[in-house]
Nanobody, 118 residues
Framework: QVHLVESGGGLVQPGGSLRLSCAAS????????MGWYRQAPGKQRELVAT???????YYADSVKGRFTISRDNAKNTVYLQIDSLTEEDTAIYYC????????????WGQGTQVTVSS
């Protein structure tokens, strides 16, 4: 299990920005998959963005062009830059690590709350 700690959430007005961080307890250099997921009230957890160890990224259609995932291997940290926030982005944002493609369960962080409201 990789211990993950998210931070950076908060209350922001529509159109604002936040940068979320996910700090891992060990080197992420060889961790296959680092991803951000979110769960809004009353909804299922959904994939937001992923970044693989080789740098390949994936974004959900709903966040393309507004969210940017990146990783700093030297700091064992993955970031999610979120811009042009809307109220629909309100959710708890979770970080997940999968050591290998077959690590189906992976490791989860405790989440960080993002609330978009005027």
């Amino acid at each position: 299990q990789v211990h993950l700690v998210e931070s950076g959430g908060g209350l922001v007005q529509p159109g604002g920005s936040l940068r979320l961080s996910c700090a891992a307890s060990e080197s992420i250099l060889t961790i296959y998959h680092m991803g951000w997921y979110r769960q809004a009230p009353g909804k299922q957890r959904e994939l937001v963005a992923t970044i693989l160890s080789g740098g390949l990224t994936y974004y959900a259609d709903s966040v393309k062009g507004r969210f940017t995932i990146s990783r700093d291997n030297a700091k064992n940290t993955v970031y999610l830059q979120i811009d042009s926030l809307t109220e629909e982005d309100t959710a708890i944002y979770y970080c997940k690590a999968k050591r290998t493609p077959l690590d189906f369960s992976g490791s989860w962080g405790q989440g960080t709350q993002v609330t978009v409201s005027s």
